[in-house]
């Protein structure tokens, strides 16, 4: 039985554990707010709000509704727009309303959802570029965008001035109703007598935050035997032991982002994770998810590559742990038994002799898969670099560890004139292919080019002038 907090009522369902979330409260909840656009986590119409209990503090994060299974709704607080409705329009409704942000209407409890869930946001630095920023996962055929830029910045510059808490800020302002105080305790007592969901014992498939699953077999999954990965305790945290650092197998971006100790790892992670997805699929999507789906795009795949990270495997009676620059034995082909799955991924600290950097090309900034994506990390002593690791992806059937470009830079002493040597090996040791993303050639162009980017971020000690004209 799975039981959650459905706005301000408590649900226990059987209903099949694999049922997106967003059919559920539609067609069985009959909670039509929530709209159906493009079932693949594109549009936001589905938008939701998922409240969870970590160490007795509720976190609220924004999920799309069609790529979420009821199981990771257990012993959540899952708000749909019915569900923030109090007396009279809340700050976002009144904001959109002002600036004329709706017109058709379809998009719009979307992307309230997701204002209102910024509202609920723990940490802010910028609240009006932040609030803007949170509607990177909704999209608007009508308005043309910059009424809702508006409407979003006034919300931000509301949520500039809160003091307290979060949720007792949202509740003050009326962002969200009072129910919302009683929900923590609520949430507690619901846990004492919550089960983990197991659908079977020899899943079809294995579900880590169903961003992926949910957009290629969507018909199979309201019906298929699964097993749930999301709230797997074992599979979830972000350590640091000895020099290597370890996520667990269901850390999602957000819960990178969100690390203090992995940010210190990478001050410019906030650069990278930008170029993922959008917020609502950074907080579904996890690591392992981004590796097994095994695409020779996957954003997170070229950056644990470059840190020439491992997979620990498990069938429950046995492990092995292998790097994942070998993991890709082919097109979407892995060195992976069906019944091996990832426990956790992990990679040595880079030292402070270390340099990293990640670069993506996509046409669009927010919701879009990479034309080419590369990660390079070079460890660096008195100008001679001791171990090198370049990636990436988009340039072959796999993600790629390139290693002869990286054998190359070994040993090597820092200068301009690494970089055409390296531009053509690289060359040399991949094969893209022309599809709808781009021709052979632009992607080769591209792969070169960003290579000179990675130069230009990480070495500004370089004449600029010159990088750019080789
Ligand atoms: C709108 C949208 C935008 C996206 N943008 C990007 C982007 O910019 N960059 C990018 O790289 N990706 C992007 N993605 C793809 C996706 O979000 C990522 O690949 C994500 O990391 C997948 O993780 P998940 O937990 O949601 O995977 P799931 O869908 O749950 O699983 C994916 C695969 O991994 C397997 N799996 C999951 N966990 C484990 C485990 N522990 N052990 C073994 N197998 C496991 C599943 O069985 C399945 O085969 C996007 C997806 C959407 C819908
Ligand atoms: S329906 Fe478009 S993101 Fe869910
Ligand atoms: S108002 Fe029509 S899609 Fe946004």
Redesign the pocket.
């Known amino acids: 039985m799975i039981k959650f907090i459905l706005n301000n009522t408590e649900v226990s369902t059987d209903q099949h554990p694999g049922t997106a979330v967003l059919d559920f409260i539609r067609y069985r909840q009959n909670l039509t707010g929530t709209k159906i656009g493009c079932r693949?986590?594109?549009c936001g119409a589905c938008t939701v709000l998922v409240g969870e209990l970590t160490n007795g503090d509720i976190r609220y994060r924004s999920m799309?509704s069609c790529?979420m299974p009821l199981a990771n709704a257990n012993g959540k607080h899952i708000v749909t727009v019915e569900g923030i409705n109090g007396d009279g329009l809340n700050p976002v409704q009144q904001a959109m309303y002002d600036e004329s942000a709706t017109q058709c209407g379809f998009c719009t409890p979307g992307f309230v959802m997701s204002m209102v869930g910024f509202s609920l946001q723990h940490e802010i630095t910028n609240a009006p570029k932040e609030a803007v920023d949170s509607v990177d996962?909704n999209i608007c055929r009508c308005t043309g965008y910059k009424s809702i830029q508006r409407a979003a910045t006034r919300v931000g510059e509301l949520v500039s001035t809160r003091k307290s808490d979060p949720v007792a800020f949202a509740i003050e302002q009326k962002f969200v109703p009072e129910y919302f105080a009683s929900i923590p305790s609520r949430l507690k007592a619901l846990s004492d007598n919550l089960s983990a969901v197991k659908n079977i014992e020899v899943a079809d498939?294995?579900?880590?935050?169903?961003?992926?699953?949910?957009?290629?077999k969507h018909e199979a999954m309201s019906h298929a035997k699964l097993d749930f990965?999301?709230d797997n305790p074992a599979?979830k945290g972000i350590r640091i032991e000895g020099n290597r650092c370890i996520l667990g197998?269901?850390t999602?971006?957000t819960d990178l982002v969100e690390s203090k100790e992995f940010r210190k790892l990478f001050p410019d992670f906030e650069i990278y994770y930008k170029?993922?997805?959008?917020t609502p699929?950074r907080n579904?999507?996890?690591?392992?998810?981004?590796?097994?789906?095994a695409?020779p795009?996957?954003?997170?795949?070229a950056f644990f590559l470059a840190l020439n990270a491992s997979v620990l495997l498990t069938d429950d009676k046995s492990s092995r742990e292998i790097e994942l620059r070998k993991f890709y034995l082919g097109y979407k082909k892995l060195d992976?038994r069906p019944e091996?799955?990832?426990?956790t991924i992990s990679f040595e600290i880079p030292s402070k002799h270390t340099r990293f950097n990640f670069e993506?090309v996509?046409k669009r900034t927010n919701?879009?898969?990479?034309s080419v994506n590369t990660a390079i990390r070079l460890d660096i002593t008195e100008g001679i670099i001791s171990n090198a690791g370049v990636s990436a992806g988009g340039i072959g059937p796999i993600p790629t560890y390139l290693f002869k470009a990286s054998e190359y830079l070994n040993g090597k002493k820092v200068s301009l004139e690494l970089l055409p040597e390296l531009i053509s090996i690289v060359q040399s040791e991949i094969a893209p292919i022309s599809d709808a993303r781009g021709t052979e050639e632009y992607k080769r162009l591209l792969l070169s080019q960003l290579l000179k980017a990675h130069f230009l971020v990480l070495f500004p000690e370089l004449d600029e002038a010159k990088i750019l004209t080789i």
């Open positions: 693949e986590g594109d799309t790529l996962g498939y294995r579900v880590g935050g169903g961003t992926d699953l949910y957009v290629q990965f999301f599979m197998a269901s999602t971006v170029l993922v997805s959008s699929i579904m999507a996890t690591i392992a998810g981004n590796i097994v789906n695409s795009i996957g954003d997170f795949t992976k091996e799955y990832i426990k993506k996509s919701l879009d898969i990479a």
